[in-house]
């Protein structure tokens, strides 16, 4: 090999170190899914040209799976080439270039499959494709790009740790539905992608009646049980994009995306049948029988502009309220108001 190729293959190479290194920064620095995908499968790929980037997970134990869905979505819509799967086979674990026989099906003319490593063992792999049958070749060294899988092994159980300490921080330990701290951050989230959609949110302030009489009769253990089962209930009940908030004591907040009034209305009156005909029971195994009194409304997306969390809160309360004054276990509806209209009134 002549002084000019190694000097070629050494500007190369200190070129491909340098865009490796600052493709670790930019990994590193994620620490939320959409963040990590979007680098991963966008950015990724167009750095180091190749056509695309497809990671594989060895995930028994759903963790992965229910980490992202809790901050994307379901990944029945999963639009990113990702693959999450129960069992580990030893094709996941192998450092091999894609044979032709790989590939056909996959529309390309070259890859490289690099496992995943956590610590002495694998947890999946990571394939890079080419439509350039010459991108990746049996001599070519791959020790740079092994390094970077690497990197991003270590990314996945970053922000999969990072996800589940937020999620432990937001979550009420009792009912292990979110506390107010994580229902304000639902609250916020949901806000910002109504008004970019143009689109209605919502909303219950659910109060159990009687609760102090249920804890007086049968104890704060079996107070704690029945609202367990009551968020259990209101989990199965709601849609997964639904949230639920315990907001103190009993008292419980609801956030549906996409009702408006009539819609809710029947929703709640739903929960609020299927509550007063659950065989509750207490920690002896006896029934107790649980009714809820709600205030419930839709904000549209003007209102949701002019309003803050503690607004919405405040005219759902009045309407809880005037639900316990007229005898319990009913749904009274709430006026929302902007503040324009807030001043017109005074």
């Given amino acids: 090999m002549d002084l000019e190729t190694l ?10 170190l340098r865009q ?13 899914w959409q963040d990590l995908f979007d680098v991963l499968f966008d950015q990724l790929p167009h750095t180091f040209n190749i056509e695309k980037l497809e990671i594989s997970i ?26 999450l799967k129960k069992k580990l086979y030893k094709d996941d674990i192998d450092r091999r270039m894609l044979q032709k026989r790989d ?35 049996p001599d070519m060294g791959t020790d740079f790009l092994a390094h970077l899988v690497a990197i991003i092994a270590a990314c996945f159980e970053l922000v999969m740790q990072t996800e589940e300490i937020a999620r432990l921080a937001y979550t009420d330990p009792l009912t292990e539905v979110t506390n107010r701290r994580g229902f304000h951050h639902a609250f916020q989230q ?17 109060d159990i009646d009687h609760f102090k009489l249920i804890n007086d009769t049968h104890g704060h ?17 709601l849609r997964p994009s639904d949230h639920i908030g315990r907001m103190g004591g009993e008292e419980f907040m609801l956030l549906l995306p996409g009702c408006d009034n009539s819609h809710l209305a029947t929703i709640m009156e739903r929960i609020r049948d299927i509550i007063s ?65 807030q001043h017109c009134t005074t």
């Fill in 7 to 16: 000097i070629k293959n050494a500007r190369r190479n200190e070129e491909l």
């Fill in 221 to 237: 253990l079996s107070g704690d049980r029945i609202l367990k089962q009551l968020c259990s209930l209101l989990t199965q009940v």
């Fill in 277 to 341: 005909h659950t065989p509750f029971a207490n920690i002896d195994g006896e029934a107790v029988v649980v009714t809820v009194s709600g205030g419930i409304g839709t904000a549209t997306n003007q209102q949701l502009r002019d309003m803050s969390f503690e607004d919405i809160t405040r005219y759902l309360d009045e309407s809880l309220y005037q639900a316990k004054e007229t005898g319990r276990n009913k749904m009274v509806q709430a006026q929302f108001k902007n503040s324009r209209q």
């Fill in 103 to 137: 590939l056909t099906h996959l529309g390309f003319a070259s890859g490289l499959q690099l496992p995943l490593p956590k610590q002495d063992q694998y947890f999946g792999h990571v394939r890079l494709l080419s439509r350039d049958k010459d991108r990746f070749q």
């Fill in 190 to 206: 949901e806000v910002a992608r109504a008004k970019r959609q143009e689109s209605l949110l919502g909303f219950a302030l659910l």
């Fill in 58 to 83: 060895i995930d028994p134990d759903r963790r992965a799976q229910a980490s992202i869905e809790r901050q994307l979505g379901p990944l029945s819509n999963n639009k990113w080439p990702l693959v």
């Fill in 20 to 32: 490796l290194q600052a493709m670790e920064l930019k990994l590193l620095a994620c620490r939320q």
